[in-house]
């Protein structure tokens, strides 16, 4: 734990250093009257017109086409909880760097202090033309799902990162772990605990609940919260625990997090840290695969893990093996959307990106099921996959 707060320190000092991690600079030179003349007044005012004649020449002439919102209302921040819109602007500045130092990719933190659903919709639709794509960051569940879904209208790409970019480099992790403990994706059973945003959008692609290409179920799965094993009408369930369980669980099982792991190929953690013991992964079946994403402290020490019996340990953290980081999907995920002019996120753009992220290991071991979140490649080729499964589903301007 030293470690961590080391870090901790670093990053507060290099913040005030800095005075924050991102800045705006001019595309166009501003040297002489003449370039003032062309940037702006009066030579400004024809593209304007341009733009008023047709809106789509917005993604030609300004930086709309490759511009990103990173939007949130700091009720979920990290690990943390809700501490509110002005102390989210560090992580929203910190997603912005990504976007930019891994996809090239330009984008502006907006933190809201408006919390209900509707308000939140209603200041996106307000400031969505500046954008080409809208990236929800930290709301906090169930609120995040209404705003969503609300915002699938409005023309533009929306994604609620914390729910899809982390499902999308879980279940590329998954994949691959598959193949280097030599199991069948398909034939997989796997527990998942954690029903909040991540738990949600893991469970929907696990199960192709939203169909697209490329999907494929795994065989069983059984999801978890605090109170054990979900299943239909227990009482106390949310509505949306109530659709995780239509999602798994056929057999009504009931009992703790560790009787639902008998027999289970997969584990997969998206809750708190240490839950688990050498001895629950000893009730899975062998050459278990544990991928534990709880942040700083996953929900098993990788070490116990292995004692356990698992072959293929993950986590969050970067100084494991296996770092399971949605760094490796949404700079390329969204790059692809803006350079098809994607009006919407399709489950076959998920999926594309799914593929393209596993297949950036092209022979995984148990020791690597992913690519270094520091490989370059990674965006562009989850961008390109990405483009192509826009344009493929029909899902572009113009």
Request: glycine share 8%; charged share 25%; aromatic share 4%.
């Amino acid at each position: 734990m030293s470690e961590l707060h080391d870090y901790n320190q670093l990053s507060l000092d290099r913040h005030r250093q800095t005075q924050g991690k991102i800045e705006t600079s001019s595309r166009m030179r501003l040297e002489s009257q003449e370039d003032l003349s062309i940037a702006y007044t009066p030579g400004v005012a024809r593209p304007c017109e341009v733009i008023a004649e047709d809106p789509g020449e917005a993604w030609n002439l300004t930086w709309k086409g490759r511009t990103v919102a990173v939007v949130s209302d700091g009720s979920a921040i990290l690990g943390l909880g809700d501490l509110g819109p002005l102390a989210s602007l560090p992580v929203m500045e910190g997603k912005s760097a990504l976007f930019r130092e891994f996809a090239g990719v330009d984008s502006v933190p907006i933190v809201l202090d408006v919390h209900e659903p509707e308000e939140i919709v209603r200041t996106i639709r307000a400031i969505a033309p500046t954008f080409g794509a809208i990236n929800l960051e930290d709301i906090s569940a169930p609120r995040c799902f209404e705003v969503e879904d609300a915002l699938q209208d409005i023309g533009i790409p929306v994604l609620h990162d914390d729910q899809h970019g982390t499902a999308i480099v879980l279940l590329a992790a998954l994949r691959n772990a598959a193949r280097a403990v030599d199991k069948p994706f398909s034939r997989l059973r796997v527990v998942l605990n954690g029903a909040g945003a991540a738990g949600r959008a893991i469970a929907r692609l696990l199960t192709c609940a939203d169909g697209g290409d490329h999907c494929s179920a795994v065989e069983g799965l059984r999801i978890c919260d605090s109170k054990g094993i979900i299943w239909e009408g227990r009482p106390g369930n949310t509505p949306v625990k109530e659709e995780l369980a239509r999602l798994s669980n056929p057999e009504g099982m009931t009992g703790s997090l560790q009787d639902a792991l008998d027999g289970a190929d997969a584990f997969i953690g998206v809750s708190r840290g240490n839950l688990l013991h050498a001895e629950d992964i000893q009730r899975m079946a062998p050459d278990a695969i544990v991928l534990a994403m709880a942040n700083p402290t996953p929900e098993i020490d990788p070490d116990e893990a292995r004692a356990g019996g698992a072959l293929v340990v993950g986590t969050g953290r970067s100084d494991y093996p296996n770092q399971v980081n949605n760094v490796l999907v949404f700079p390329g995920l969204f790059r692809g959307a803006l350079e098809a002019r994607a009006t919407r996120f399709t489950p076959s753009m998920q999926f594309a990106a799914i593929d393209a992220v596993a297949a950036c290991v092209e022979h995984p071991t148990p020791m690597r099921i992913l690519p270094s979140p520091f490989d370059r490649s990674v965006a562009v080729r989850v961008a390109r996959a990405v483009a192509r499964a826009a344009r493929d589903a029909g899902v572009c301007h113009g």
